[in-house]
Antibody, heavy 124, light 111 residues
Framework: QVQLQQSGPGLVKPSQTLSLTCAIS??????????WNWIRQSPSRGLEWLGR?????????DYTLSVKSRISINPDTPKNQFSLQLNSVTPDDTAVYYC??????????????WGQGTLVTVSS | QSVLTQPPSVSGAPGQRVTISCTGS?????????VHWYHQLPGTAPKLLMY???NRPSGVPDRFSGSKSGTSASLAITGLQPEDEGDYYC???????????FGGGTKLTVL
């Protein structure tokens, strides 16, 4: 059974960096048959896929265009986890952030396991 | 405005049948990308309910069924039960955005 455990601060000041970690059990961040994603949910944006990291003989990343200049998703293989960093945050980045696993890297692509979610508020 | 359009709410009495629609475009559902469905209860993460248009993960009862045709998809729930309440989301890939996208969600109320 795959489990994803999220950690990180719930309050971030405007212009600073949002950092969250997702610890994986029951699978490997280096798996050749999974991809590791960050998704956020807010009343104004709904559910929004932010990006992913995955390993297929080398590491790959993909990010959604709306945050591409500010986002970084990185694997941590010794700790079997992956992280999200979102720079220069504004109140519009306030949301519940989820990490999620997807099987494969192409189509069909769906999220079969999710973390518990972290409410991140951007406020001074 | 979500890329995939869902009705904001649907309702039905226990035992009845309801359907939730998900309408896209030629950049997502119409391009042949699969649709997937999630169920979310308040304060919890979405849970995979249907994948690859019409496949149920282990543990999802056969009261739930999915279909897709052209730029639209639908989720049907028969024999409604109180525990079916919550928000339902469709998800697919959008080639114009190069991103995986979700519908705006449909709130199901069991009367």
């Amino acid at each position: 059974q795959v489990q994803l455990q999220q950690s990180g601060p719930g309050l971030v000041k405007p212009s600073q960096t949002l950092s969250l970690t997702c610890a994986i059990s029951g699978d490997s961040v280096s798996s050749n048959s999974a991809a590791w994603n960050w998704i956020r949910q807010s009343p104004s944006r709904g559910l929004e896929w932010l990006g992913r990291t995955y390993y297929r003989s080398k590491w790959y990343n993909d990010y959604t265009l709306s945050v591409k200049s500010r986002i970084s998703i990185n694997p941590d293989t010794p700790k079997n986890q992956f992280s999200l960093q979102l720079n220069s945050v504004t109140p519009d980045d306030t949301a519940v952030y989820y990490c999620a696993r997807a099987r494969g890297s192409g189509s069909p692509y769906y999220f079969d396991y999710w973390g518990q979610g972290t409410l991140v508020t951007v406020s001074s | 405005q979500s890329v995939l359009t869902q009705p904001p709410s649907v309702s039905g009495a226990p035992g009845q049948r309801v359907t939730i629609s998900c309408t896209g475009s030629r950049a997502n559902l119409g391009a042949g990308y699969d649709v997937h469905w999630y169920h979310q209860l308040p304060g919890t993460a979405p849970k995979l309910l249907m994948y690859g248009n019409s496949n149920r993960p282990s543990g999802v009862p056969d009261r739930f069924s999915g279909s897709k045709s052209g730029t639209s998809a639908s989720l049907a729930i028969t024999g409604l039960q109180p525990e079916d309440e919550g928000d339902y989301y469709c998800q697919s890939y959008d080639s114009s955005m190069s991103a995986w996208v979700f519908g705006g969600g449909t709130k199901l109320t069991v009367l």
